[in-house]
């Protein structure tokens, strides 16, 4: 059976847990949560702080830096009410800062890759910074997830959130244009985490904003996810060549390992010797969503962890689902809760409009112009 969130905070406070299981904002929940705490979290070199803040609404607890605006922690409930954090991350800012793989951080200007770093635009060439191989990945080597954002906190109505600001000047990792980006998180009284991004540009340029968390449902530091079960409602994907770029082809998922318009663990078909997951060491593609661009947020996935009953549903406005499967883990680091992340212990679903768009007229534009503004959602439900 599938609880939803009411249900289980309803449950535990008639069992009268929920000044120690739950913390104190489940009972503000009904008035409309908890109001954002900020903490000092570190100091970067140069001395400037980073803070984290944290939020609490509907039964889930969320903590934001002000560095990258990572999620540092994100906590639900299993079905008995135990809660767990379910993102990946560090308890400090000089490994985020050394050797973070984006760790619950915000992506930009552009989630994943670009060839070689370039594309034309209006007949101006560019080049971007390069830092995986030859290719300009997540916005280059100092991305919007590795500077400081402000940040503003909110209550609204029943909804508890940030609003994360940040200025990325022009020609900064190479692209054009002052970009102002605005992205705003939001806790609601049903404990979803939605995120609402914004962009404005004074000149002609591209932009694809996501956020980079990665989700163990059975809790960071539990081990693989291989077990978890997985659906995402896209007949096709975007096969990638060895450097994981886009070959322009938008392939059939029918017959694949690639296939998970019905529900399947991520561990039936990942060994499954596809070429496509041979040279991606696992799954790291876009999955074109059945239903496109669309004006409002739609349902897109649903994860779901068997052991503890949480799950996750994606909804958004965005073409593709990058699904990555935690490929590049590889024992080195130790994460929040004191241990080692190894290959497969989470995964990222990662909501954008497709890889390398810029050097692909086939798929959906990235182009963000003057006078325009981007503007883009996804939401997060979460149950048990
Ligand atoms: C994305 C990419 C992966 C990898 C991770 C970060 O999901 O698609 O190839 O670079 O980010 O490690």
Known sequence: MELNRRTVIAGAAAAGIAATTLG????EAASGGRKPVKELFGKLADGTKVYRWSLENGGTRLRVLNWGGVVQGLEIPDRKGHYANVSLGFDNIDDYVAKTPYFGALIGRYGNRIAKGQFTLDGKSYQLSVNDGDNSLHGGKQGF???IWDVEPFTKGSDVGLHLHYT?????????GTLRAKVTYTLTK?????????ATTDKATVVNLTSHVYWNLGGEG?????DHELSIAAGRYTPTDSGLIPTG?????AGTP????KTKSIGRDIRAGHVQQV??????????????ITAKPEHVATLRDPRSGRTLKIATDQPGLQFYSGNFLDGTLTGTGGHTYRQGDALCLETQHFPDAPNHPNFPSTVLRPGQTYRTSTIHTFGC
Do not use: C
């Not at 040279?279 to 496109?292: E, I, M």
């Open 190 to 198: 049903h404990g979803d985490w939605r995120i609402d991004y914004e």
């Open 249 to 253: 082809e938008l392939a059939k998922v």
């Open 258 to 261: 690639f296939d998970f318009r």
């Open 145 to 147: 997830d590795k500077h």
């Open 168 to 176: 990325s000047v022009d020609g900064e990792m190479g692209y054009p």
């Open 24 to 27: 104190t904002g489940s009972a």
């Open 279 to 292: 040279q991606a060491k696992g799954y790291d593609h876009n999955w074109v969503l059945d239903k496109g």
């Open 222 to 226: 539990t081990g693989t996810i291989e």
